[in-house]
């Protein structure tokens, strides 16, 4: 199983700041996806990055695949109190048998 | 659509007694996925089923773990005997076309062995 190290694993700031987490490896992956959970639900999918160096935005997100395809970053501009949740990387392996998830970063943004 | 469905969703079970969690996927998705997730470990893959076959069971931690899929709308995953360290929220995740697409959750289970 190819590993992922998210960072930082916890986040606490204030409304309209802006963070990254970061997500890494020493494994390629074929794709990277990225879920946010809110408590007492299912991680739901927000961005799948497929080609190395690949940038993809949502709204005040920002998905990085790594040239490499190794490592992702997600960055949130003026974040909100809505943007709090558990936000979760999973690689999809090369070998294409399964989704590795990071351990998680959970994000609280304070009013 | 009414998305992954999860029974039930909470279970607390003494341990040694026989825990059954059960799913019904997205109708059309041909791939199955259950998750258990902890603080500890975080999310983990248990088992994966394309087509109702089972392709990676290489998470299920031991034999008293056991998942079936008798047919494409329908999976359960059994534990016998439970164990206290069992205790964990478990989730069923269905997908359109494979791995590299995009898992719906359900809800998850939330499972307490005393």
């Known amino acids: 199983t190819q590993l992922l190290e998210q960072s930082p694993q916890f986040l606490s700031i204030q409304e309209g700041e802006n963070l990254t987490v970061y997500c890494n490896s020493s494994s390629v992956f074929s794709s990277l996806q990225w879920y946010r959970q809110e408590p007492g639900e299912g991680p739901v999918l927000l961005v799948t990055v497929v080609t190395g160096g690949e940038v993809k935005k949502l709204k005040r997100l920002t998905f990085q695949f790594g040239d490499a395809r190794k490592d992702s970053s997600l960055h949130i501009t003026a974040a909100q109190t809505g943007d709090t949740g558990l936000y979760l990387c999973a690689g999809e392996e090369t070998s294409g048998s399964r989704l590795t998830f990071g351990e998680g970063t959970q994000l609280t943004v304070n009013p | 659509d009414a998305g992954v469905i999860q029974s039930p969703r909470h279970e607390v079970t003494e341990m040694g007694q026989e825990v059954t969690l059960r799913c019904k996927p997205i109708s059309g998705h041909n791939s199955l996925f259950w998750y258990r997730q902890t603080m500890m470990r975080g999310l983990e893959l248990l088992i994966y089923?394309?087509?109702?076959?089972?392709?990676?069971d290489s998470g299920m931690p031991e034999d008293r773990f056991s998942a079936k899929m008798p047919n494409a709308s329908f999976s359960t995953l059994k534990i016998q005997p439970s164990e206290p360290r069992d205790s964990a929220v478990y989730f069923c995740?269905?997908?359109?076309?494979?791995?590299?697409?995009?898992?719906?959750f359900g809800p998850g289970t939330r499972l307490t062995v005393l």
């Open positions: 089923f394309n087509n109702n076959v089972p392709i990676d």
């Open positions: 995740a269905s997908s359109a076309k494979g791995v590299g697409y995009e898992q719906f």
